[in-house]
């Protein structure tokens, strides 16, 4: 969650007192360089270092492009962290005899819906049916019993029986604002 701070605008916005800082710093030997209006700090720079030596930026992206491609990066990453097209990203790719993979997930995959359902008893059902009663919800019913979610709710087609898909802390929040709702 992000918190918005707020900045007081105290004495150190006073035009005068900045004037004055300024004219300080140049006193003391500091070099202020004035950037032209539409350009930034970082294209003058970039540009200087691509002047100076192409041949050298160039080894720091296949540098950056070696590790990036050993951890697993994607195109999409590639393109971001070297900030080169597709095409430039391959071809230098294929010069260096590397092979770029496609982007790998992060979280382990899902091995949930490749095994096989969990026998049912009913023996389970209802210990299931139980605590739907005790206000238990489907995710919190499943952790108890040691089953999947999708167990649970084929308990419930299988018996005809609905499952609470909300806590009761929260029914009870919806019970109290639908009669603050109502006219007197």
Request: glycine share 8%; hydrophobic share 35%; charged share 30%.
């Amino acid at each position: 969650m992000t918190k918005k701070i707020k900045y007081s605008i105290g004495a150190s916005s006073d035009p005068i007192k900045l004037a004055e800082a300024v004219e300080r710093y140049v006193s003391q030997g500091g070099v202020i360089n004035v950037i032209a209006e539409g350009e930034s700090r970082e294209s003058e720079a970039s540009r200087q270092t691509r002047e100076a030596d192409p041949e050298a930026e160039m080894c720091t992206k296949v540098d950056l492009l070696k590790g990036l491609v050993a951890k697993g990066a994607g195109v999409a990453a590639l393109q971001y962290s070297l900030r080169m097209n597709q095409k430039d990203i391959k071809r230098l790719a294929s010069e260096n005899g590397l092979k770029i993979r496609y982007c790998q997930p992060v979280r382990r995959s899902r091995t949930s819906r490749q095994r096989e359902p969990a026998t049912i008893n009913d023996a389970t059902a209802g210990h299931a049916m139980h605590y739907s009663a005790l206000g238990y919800t489907v995710p919190e019913i499943a952790q108890l019993l040691g089953v999947g979610i999708r167990d649970i709710w084929d308990i419930g087609k299988a018996y005809r029986f609905e499952f609470r898909t909300t806590s009761q802390g929260e029914m009870a929040e919806k019970i109290i604002d639908d009669e603050t709702d109502l006219p007197t």
